[in-house]
């Protein structure tokens, strides 16, 4: 008999008291959500450790992977960062500040503008993602890479409705 763990006994102790009730997906949900809270402190170590926020670093990873010369208007940031406009114009604002970006010109059209990473902002970007990564992987020792792979096929599939 496998190992068992809290989510078993949360459903057991609910078979108990609702024997009417089906808690199958509990076996799976209740598990994806505990360890959705061991990547967010994975998450948030990797970004401290880096020097940055949350939400910066989505604006700046969003700029890492366009590749050279690491930027994209902000429509483009928009639309990766699933965020309003003016919550894009006060992230850019801040991000200048900190001297993570740079706001220019497009040089194709002179109305539009170019938000570019700066060498710091890459330098803590890259930092960031290399522990990020360093901290999943650890998340996932347990599995198998043929496990690892499985599963990354069963929650694609899952969430393919969601995206």
């Given at each position: 008999m496998p190992p068992r763990d809290e989510v078993d006994r949360i459903v057991d102790a609910w078979l108990r008291e609702r024997p009417d009730l089906d808690f199958d997906p509990l076996h799976v949900l209740s598990r994806v959500g505990r360890l959705s809270k061991h990547v967010d402190r994975a998450k948030r170590a990797a970004f401290t450790a880096s020097e940055l926020e949350s939400w910066e670093f989505d604006v700046l990873s969003a700029l890492r992977r366009a590749g050279e010369p690491y930027q994209l208007s902000p429509k483009a940031l928009l639309q990766q960062t699933l965020v309003s406009s003016g919550t894009?114009?006060?992230?850019?604002?801040?991000?200048?500040?900190?001297?993570?970006?740079?706001?220019?010109?497009?040089?194709?059209?002179?109305?539009?503008?170019?938000?570019?990473?700066?060498?710091?902002?890459?330098?803590?970007?890259?930092?960031?993602?290399?522990?990020?990564?360093?901290?999943?992987?650890?998340?996932?020792?347990?599995?198998?890479?043929?496990?690892?792979?499985?599963?990354?096929?069963?929650?694609?599939?899952?969430?393919?409705d969601f995206d």
């Open positions: 894009m114009t006060n992230r850019i604002d801040r991000l200048v500040e900190l001297g993570l970006v740079e706001r220019g010109t497009d040089p194709n059209d002179g109305r539009g503008i170019l938000v570019t990473m700066t060498p710091l902002g890459q330098q803590r970007v890259d930092n960031a993602i290399s522990l990020l990564v360093q901290e999943e992987a650890s998340l996932l020792e347990a599995l198998t890479a043929t496990e690892q792979e499985r599963l990354a096929g069963l929650l694609r599939k899952l969430s393919l």
